[in-house]
């Protein structure tokens, strides 16, 4: 199971931080996904982390703004969110999939396990 947290209401230009528990064992035989949703639209790729922890890819919203990390000893998957904008409001999902290829996939198909999800709201 995946457990996300973190989100919550920061200005434009702030940062947060997003974590993703993990239970169960093997995390680091997955690769770790951050997905959003925004109102009325499809929920959409944010960042991965490749299982083996050396690879990392970025939605084009995203790149030069957020990180994706890992700590395979805590079960965690982070997501460090820096200079936001009121575009990057949205619910925020974690997921994994097994041993998945690299680049990743980045639609929603396929993978493992989903976690529910946290709010992330920016005021401009």
């Known amino acids: 199971q995946l457990q996300a947290s973190g989100g919550g209401l920061v200005q434009a230009g702030g940062s947060l931080r997003l974590s993703c528990a993990a239970s169960?064992?093997?995390?680091?035989?997955?690769?770790m996904y951050w997905f959003r949703q925004a109102p009325g639209k499809e929920r959409e790729f944010v960042a991965a982390r490749s299982w083996s922890g050396f690879g990392e890819h970025y939605g084009d919203s995203v790149k030069g703004r957020f990180t994706i990390s890992r700590d395979n000893a805590q079960n965690t998957v982070y997501l460090q969110m820096n200079n936001l904008k009121p575009e990057d409001t949205a619910v925020y999902y974690c997921?994994?999939?097994?041993?998945?290829?690299?680049?990743?996939?980045?639609?929603?198909?396929?993978?493992?396990?989903w976690g529910k999800g946290t709010q992330v709201t920016v005021s401009s």
């Open positions: 997921a994994a999939k097994w041993r998945s290829s690299w680049p990743p996939n980045l639609t929603t198909d396929g993978m493992d396990y």
């Open positions: 169960g064992r093997s995390f680091n035989s997955y690769t």
